[in-house]
């Protein structure tokens, strides 16, 4: 470092004449003092124009979100008011809290949501869930933590099982949608579903169905086992018998389609009593209205081949006619004595031993014969009327709680879910996988996704619905909307 | 001020506070992350449910004691400028008041990343965040600065002068450059030049000719003067010392040794004048930054509790 020249003294010298400099600001500190102020100013004055014209202007507030709005609410994006309420003015003393008020506005478009179950303690609001103004793209998916908030929280829980207590049960009861299909109701537990559990693969309650050894009420008699295993089934349009004949992927591929005994059974299970007469059945009855109907048929038997004798076999001449009434009729009281025998065998016969009018088929690959109603079905005398058919209810959906896609699972075969149903004798099996089934893959460790909105929605009080869901995606397709 | 062992408390104060954030922050967002690590450990009540329910970080108690906190950090630091202009107030040493504006705006970055829950926003927070940005980037090249521009004063510039006096002084050396001008223009023709009152040491008898008058009457008009007027002219000859020192060097050549120390005056003259223009640019660095960062500070300070009003109070 060089040696000053002068020292301090000699220095301060110079300043001899201008000793007061630092009452006049250097153009330095000057500039830098003016730029302070201009910043502050034009940050006041900003925020007092954004305040004023903030309940005007959409770009005002657009310029204080605290992001962009999703894709699903793009149309109303630049529209603050849709979800804020400009109602609510500035008040230092009293915070806004809008959770309502944007809820409110939340329910003027999403009306067919209802909010969880009655036995719910914590106060969510959709946005609670629902978070916006994190960006323009998809909404953000509702967090497993959302749910354990609750569902894994003791107390929480134990409260709610509480309250659940002190309800009516049909304050639980699943009201499923309006679209013909069958929902399986399980009893609600006692404590409801208020399991303390932190994920799906941890201690999430095993499928009710299997837990409490939950058992199908329909009263139709259908064997799994026999269907799929045994030999002396006939092959279908030149096919072996299989799980994908009866259970078709409904337009959504998410489940399946409704059985019935027109489209799925009656290819084998023929309804035809004349041994002679192929095309000659008796009703199958699909509908309350129709439910006398096979008593009529038997007790109008004469008219009924009468008819078939005109429309089939295109006989006019009465004589002809009489003829041919007469001869079947004569063939099936050469093996029933009177009407109650025939009604009794029509109804009341369970095997196919049966055979009206004729002898039984000794080919094994022959199509049987009508071999009675109590075959497949539940039959219960009756001392007034004919015997009553119970009607079977087969379930369209077993989890009310919860949804399932078949066409996610497409690549793999039914029986590794549905293993059971070739030794499934009984229709009372509910051949459905357990959850250590659903965890093998949905867990960490199968590494298939297993949050809770997999499975579940939040707003399940309507049970799931794939036909309301594909006309909206068919009604979108067709507006051209995303 | 010179980061050195005495900001080793605040460092690690800092250092411990921020992991102390942290930790809060993945206790209150990310639970699992911390069973993961052994670290896990109960939150009070008040701090409501975990993970939070709001998918907006900011708005969740945490998120808003984060906040406040790091206003309250950008107020302080802001009210350092004013601190500096009041230094006899009881309001502890200006130098720990510079301790703390460091090492207190360092802790508001992870209170700011953690109130934000590392996302943008709208307009308004990503400008905030960006101003915000901008001024931790100037405080930290103004910290770099003042880490070596005070080594580069004290190595080039012994006689360094009150910065606000430097006008006052370019002015003093114009004067006195215009007088040994006005000497030099006097000076009689093969004369006897009299014994200066400039200093310049005792009167030589020599003879001096009319062409070296004019010759350094011409420099002294065409260069010396202008460049002792002009308030930088590093662009000027006589800016840099070595075309300073040999432009001098080739006038002194030409005139006879009776006037050379008038000119050995003015080169002084030049020389001091031309470390004055030094000490103002090493001014300029070392201070230029504040011209940004405390007028941007205030604007922040003003936007953050705008923002804060706003989202607290409108858009809650």
């Known amino acids: 470092m ?164 002190g309800l009516p049960p049909t304050e639980f009861q699943v009201k499923p949608a309006d679209n013909g299909l069958v929902y399986f109701q399980p009893p609600r537990p006692a404590q409801g579903y208020t399991q303390v559990f932190q994920s799906f693969a941890g201690k999430h309650p095993d499928f009710q169905i299997q837990r409490d050894k939950l058992t199908d009420p329909n009263t139709l008699k259908f064997d799994h086992k026999v269907h799929l295993t045994a030999k002396d089934i006939p092959m279908v349009d030149g096919k072996k018998l299989d799980c994908a004949y009866c259970h078709k992927p409904d337009s959504r591929g998410a489940y399946m389609q409704s059985i019935s005994f027109a489209k799925n059974c009656q290819a084998c299970h023929s309804l035809q009593i004349d041994p002679t007469l192929a095309d000659f059945q008796i009703p199958h009855p699909t509908g309350d209205s129709q439910i006398n109907s096979v008593r009529d048929f038997l007790l109008t038997l004469p008219v009924q081949y009468a008819t078939y004798a005109t429309e089939k076999k295109g006989l006019t001449n009465s004589t002809q006619i009489a003829a041919f009434v007469n001869d079947r009729m004569t063939a099936i009281r050469q093996r029933i004595r009177q009407g109650a025998d025939l009604e009794k065998d029509v109804f009341f016969a369970d095997a196919r031993n049966v055979y009206l009018g004729g002898a039984a088929p000794t080919t094994p690959g022959e199509r049987a014969l009508f071999p009675g109603c109590a075959y497949c079905h539940e039959v219960k005398p009756s001392a007034t009327s004919e015997p009553l058919v119970t009607k079977p209810v087969t379930p369209d959906r077993w989890f009310v709680h919860a949804r399932f896609d078949h066409a996610a699972h497409i690549t793999m075969k039914c029986e590794a879910c549905h293993g059971q149903v070739v030794t499934s004798e009984k229709t009372s099996e509910i051949n459905l996988p357990d959850k250590a089934s659903c965890v093998t893959c949905h867990s960490p460790k199968g590494g298939v996704v297993s949050t809770c909105a997999t499975c579940h929605d939040y707003h399940n009080k309507a049970a799931p619905d794939s036909k309301v869901a594909s006309d909206s995606a068919l009604r979108q397709m067709m507006l051209g909307q995303p | 001020m010179i980061v050195d062992r005495t900001h080793v408390r605040w460092g690690i104060g800092t250092l411990i506070a921020s992991i102390g954030v942290a930790l809060v922050y993945l206790a209150n967002n990310d639970p699992e992350l911390l069973r993961k690590w052994h670290l896990d450990f109960p939150l009070p009540a008040w701090l409501g449910p975990v993970p939070p329910l709001r998918g907006n970080v900011g708005a969740t108690p945490l998120g808003l004691i984060y ?32 301790k703390a504006h460091i090492w207190l705006t360092l802790f508001s970055i992870p209170l700011v990343a953690f109130h934000c829950g590392f996302h943008g926003g709208g307009p308004m927070p990503q400008f905030l965040l960006w101003l915000y940005a901008f001024i931790m980037v100037s405080g930290f090249w103004g910290l770099a600065l003042q880490h070596v521009i005070p080594k580069l004063m004290q190595e080039y510039l012994p006689e360094e002068v009150i910065f606000e006096e430097i006008p006052y002084i370019r002015g003093q050396l114009l004067a006195q450059g215009a007088a040994i001008r006005e000497d030099i ?45 002009a308030r930088g002219s590093r662009h000027s000859a006589l800016g840099k010392r070595q075309t300073s020192d040999s432009q001098f060097r080739l ?26 223009d030094l000490q103002t640019r090493l001014h300029y660095w070392l201070h230029g930054w504040l011209i940004v960062h405390a007028p941007a500070s205030l604007l922040l300070v003003v936007l953050t509790i705008v923002h804060a009003i706003v989202a607290a109070y409108i858009y809650a």
């Open chain 1, 2 to 165: 060089p040696t000053p020249r002068k020292n301090q003294k000699q220095i301060a010298q110079r300043y001899a004449g201008n000793r007061r400099y630092f009452k006049n600001l250097h153009p330095f500190r000057r500039a830098r003092l003016l730029l302070a102020f201009a910043c502050v100013l034009i940050g006041v004055v900003g925020a007092v124009i954004y305040l004023k014209s903030g309940q005007k202007s959409h770009r005002a507030e657009a310029f204080n979100s605290s992001g962009g709005i999703s894709q699903y609410h793009s149309r109303i994006a630049q529209d603050c008011k849709q979800c804020h309420d400009p109602a609510v003015k500035i008040d230092l003393l009293k915070p806004a809290v809008m959770n309502a008020s944007i809820d409110a506005k939340c329910e003027v478009c999403h009306v067919q949501h209802t909010f969880h179950n009655p036995n719910t303690v914590v106060g969510l609001s959709c946005i609670d869930c629902h978070h916006e103004h994190l960006g323009t793209g998809r909404m953000q998916v509702v967090k497993d933590g959302n749910c354990l908030t609750c569902h894994g929280n003791a107390t929480i829980m134990q409260a709610s099982a509480q309250k659940g207590l």
């Open chain 2, 67 to 98: 906040g406040t906190a790091g206003l309250l950090i950008f107020i302080f630091a802001a009210l350092l400028g004013w601190r500096r202009s009041k230094k006899t107030l009881p309001l502890g040493r200006i130098q720990i008041w510079l």
């Open chain 2, 185 to 229: 223009a006097n000076l009689p023709n093969e004369s006897i030049p009299r014994a200066d009152e400039h200093g310049g040491g005792a009167a030589t008898l020599a003879a001096v000719s009319p062409g070296a008058i004019k010759a350094a009457i011409e420099f002294i008009d065409g260069d010396a003067l202008p460049y002792l007027k």
């Open chain 2, 251 to 276: 006038l002194k050549l030409q005139l006879p040794p009776n006037i050379q120390p008038l000119v050995e005056q003015l080169q002084d003259i030049c020389d001091e004048k031309r470390r004055l």
